[in-house]
């Protein structure tokens, strides 16, 4: 193990639950109690996504708008934050400057002194809409939001959205409510020792950090993100409140590169992220896209990464000060994708695309794209006429050789690639049908693939 106390962790798959977790090391340095399977930990900035998602849930209830001015539901920036808009907030793009070090150590920060800060007005370190610059104090402001859009305060009334329908009921924002003999405490390695952080109770910027919770409570609440994947075909009816949870994953600003974590070269796969509601979403090279986010802290350091479209998850928790499991957790995620145990979310075929492929199927056997003008979008023999079509189809098939049945793999209910396995190699169309009540074909696109 790294030079941590302590660790904690667990793999999530969609529908099951924990399906393997697992601990080492120490809670407590100076007594030597070891970390147990039900050990609680700080997971700092991983509590942002449960504000981010109590937003999600009162806008959706018609509560507030997410374009909302902020000074609508928090007076105290009238004058110096009257352009802020609940968005802003939501993904970092307030124009604040980036504040970890400092956010961290307000968490206990009474209320009262919250608004004389926010009466006081802070400064800004860029225009507001820019570009991302991660803020715990526009995470703190949508606490207070949470707090007086709801009536109660924003800690009571996230436990009450997800805490208690989840039973988490090991999970908190206040640190009186955990036994002793439970905490995994919190430490920094200096001067070739262990040495204790001070614990922080609950305060104005929980909202931001202030979660405390055990491996099997933490694993609830991934499965509930999982769960809202895969988003229902269109034209049938799903629970709303999958769709609010898959608002977590709409960012916002320009993508930024990072290096995959746990990568040793940088040129093996850089992954495009964005901020989306709570959670970090990125595009993956090997993993497609992705949802995740770390928790720095005084004392504890966690991360969690979840594959929505495939549905696994897993997160490490640890009580050293800003350790960094990030790599762990994607290895992890990486080694379970190597054994062939997470493939994609299928896109069922809708009876438009099914209808388009039997066509392509017909097209194929004939040569002839204009047998069925009806099928036709109006740009499809604009684009290539239908004796070039022709001329590819028939190359293609002197190529090709005899075929089996086609297979048709939707991305979308009006596109996919149909596939023929033939004596010689592949054939492949790519489908696209046209925005219209009927089924007209836009793109039919044929390529041949020679056997190697």
């Known amino acids: 193990m790294r030079n941590w106390p302590g660790i904690a ?6 529908g099951e639950g924990l399906v393997h977790f697992g601990h080492a090391g120490l809670a407590d340095a100076d007594s030597r109690r070891p970390v147990a399977p039900t050990t609680r930990f700080r997971i700092a900035s991983m509590t942002k996504a449960f504000t981010a998602l109590t937003i999600e849930q009162l806008a959706a209830e018609g509560r507030l708008r997410l374009d909302d001015k902020v000074v609508t539901h928090v007076p105290e920036l009238k004058g110096w934050g009257d352009h802020l808009t609940i968005t802003d907030l939501l993904h970092h793009m307030a124009g604040f ?3 970890d070090p400092w956010g961290d150590r307000q968490t206990p920060l009474p209320e009262a002194e919250f608004t004389a800060l926010l009466k006081a007005g802070v400064p800004f370190t860029r225009a507001t809409g820019l570009t991302h610059e991660y803020s ?9 939001i949470i707090s007086n859009v709801s009536g109660r305060p924003f800690e009571a009334e996230i436990a009450r959205r997800h805490f208690q329908p989840l039973g988490m009921a090991s999970t908190t924002f206040n640190l009186a409510d955990v036994p002793a003999a439970e905490l995994a405490t919190g430490w920094r390695w200096e001067d070739s020792t262990w040495k204790r952080e ?13 979660v405390i919770t055990t ?3 933490y694993a609830r609440w991934i499965d509930h993100l999982l769960s809202a994947w895969p988003a229902a075909a269109p034209g049938t009816a799903e629970a709303p409140g999958r769709a609010t949870i898959r608002r977590l994953g709409r960012g916002e600003g320009s993508p930024r590169r990072m290096n995959r974590p746990g990568d040793m070269l940088p040129s093996i796969c850089s992954v495009a992220v964005v901020y989306g509601g709570g959670l970090r979403i990125g595009d993956d090279c090997r993993l497609g896209r992705v949802a995740f986010h770390g928790g720095g802290y005084p004392g504890y350091g966690s991360h969690m990464l979840i594959a929505p479209d495939r549905g696994w998850g897993v997160f490490i928790f640890t009580n050293h000060t800003y350790a960094g499991p990030a790599d762990l957790a994607w290895q992890t995620l990486l080694a379970i994708d190597q054994a062939g145990l997470m493939p994609r979310d299928a896109i069922p075929a809708s009876p438009a695309l099914t209808a388009a492929a039997a066509f392509a199927g017909r097209v194929l056997a004939s040569g002839r794209v204009d047998a069925e003008p009806a099928l036709l979008a109006v740009n499809l023999l604009m684009d290539r006429d239908a004796a070039h079509r022709a001329a590819d189809i028939a190359a293609i098939k002197a190529q090709a050789g005899r075929c089996a049945a086609p297979t048709l793999k939707p991305d979308g209910a009006l596109s996919g690639i149909i596939s023929w396995a033939c004596a010689n190699g592949t054939i492949t169309a790519d489908l696209l049908l046209a925005p219209t009540p009927d089924v007209l074909v836009q793109t039919l696109d044929w390529s041949f693939r020679p056997a190697r």
């Open 136 to 144: 715990n104090l526009g995470y703190a402001i949508l606490g207070r």
């Open 215 to 217: 491996v099997p409570d």
């Open 97 to 99: 400057v980036t504040d």
């Open 198 to 210: 001070p614990d922080m109770g609950p305060g104005a910027f929980g909202a931001m950090g202030g």
């Open 9 to 14: 962790w667990g793999v999530v798959k969609r």
